[in-house]
């Protein structure tokens, strides 16, 4: 007995810890929000409890909770951001892309309306934010640091532009003339170079922030979702090879396959630093160490 208490003692000092760098992948395989070591890329297994209908983008809240659009069902879901339970939901029409922008709204773009949709999460109201110009499958959408809105519109082959603030039509900022064909990710670098995964041609192209022009920067078989990563590289999700592949972000140069196997094809992918999700996995040198402290233990009482 006095063995056994000796050893549950152990165990509760042994330290319980979460991966410091979280990769969160939507899945429309597995139809769910999957989690991964940010610094290996290993399996951390599902977010979401429960199936998500054709998961889609996903988003941080300020109060710690995760927003994820779930196409299938024409909702966007609100998660709790430690244990993944779905804490509330609203309905969208086919929602894709989802972002908090630099008021603290959350915008979503839905298929259905052919627009960017605000939520006020504090109100609980919808609204159109930005439409027309051609706006067809808005199925990305940044805020660039000019403050305005960059929008992709995948079935029309072009990146529009919006104003950040009314959400008012600017103009057409690439279209087919540009190369662009299906794009679907966007994002902007520190520099103010705009990414897109132009992924009907299967590249990642590269608007120079001081010259404007259009460069194929990476080639890859099937780019859907974009994110830079905390050690400040460029990960993608390639669709049709169902993996997360990380390239050097001034080169283009592709470093390797950061996850393998992404659930079946992945679409939007993004990083929490925040280390708030607390699966309470042991590091596996825990386990070695309890191990022999129980090996140790139960040698001494078979001597005694």
Do not use: H
Request: aromatic residues 12%.
């Amino acid at each position: 007995m006095k063995t056994l208490l000796i050893i549950l003692s152990l165990s509760f000092l042994i330290p319980f810890v979460g991966a410091t760098n979280l990769l969160y992948v939507s899945s429309e395989g597995s139809n769910q929000i999957l989690l991964f070591d940010g610094d290996t890329g290993a399996s951390l297994g599902n977010f979401t409890q429960g199936s998500v209908n054709t998961p889609e983008g996903i988003a941080f809240a300020p109060d710690g909770t995760v927003y994820g659009a779930s196409f299938g069902s024409s909702s966007v879901i609100q998660y709790d951001g430690t244990t993944g339970a779905v804490l509330d939901s609203f309905s969208v029409g086919l929602p894709v892309g989802l972002s908090f922008g630099p008021d603290g709204n959350l915008y979503i773009g839905g298929r259905t309306a052919s627009a960017i949709i605000k939520r006020d999460l504090s109100t609980g109201t919808s609204s159109i934010f930005a439409s027309g110009g051609g706006l067809s499958g808005p199925d990305d959408f940044t805020f660039g640091p000019d403050g305005n809105l960059y929008v992709s519109s995948r079935f029309s082959n072009q990146i529009l532009r919006y104003n950040g603030t009314t959400g008012a039509f600017i103009d057409v900022f690439l279209d087919s003339s540009d190369g662009i064909s299906t794009p679907e990710g966007i994002l902007f670098n520190n520099n103010g170079d705009l990414f897109i995964a132009n992924r009907g041609l299967g590249q990642i192209l590269k608007v120079n922030a001081s010259t404007q022009a259009v460069s194929i920067f990476i080639s890859s078989t099937s780019p859907f979702g974009m994110t830079f990563g905390p050690d400040g590289n460029l990960y993608v999700t390639n669709f049709s090879s169902n993996t997360i592949e990380r390239f050097n972000p001034t080169t283009g140069a592709f470093i390797d396959n950061f996850v393998t196997s992404a659930g079946g094809t992945p679409t939007f992918l993004t990083f929490d630093t925040s280390d708030t999700f607390s699966s309470a996995v042991p590091e596996p040198g825990s386990f070695l160490l309890l191990s022999f402290a129980i090996a140790f233990l139960t040698s001494r009482k078979m001597m005694t």
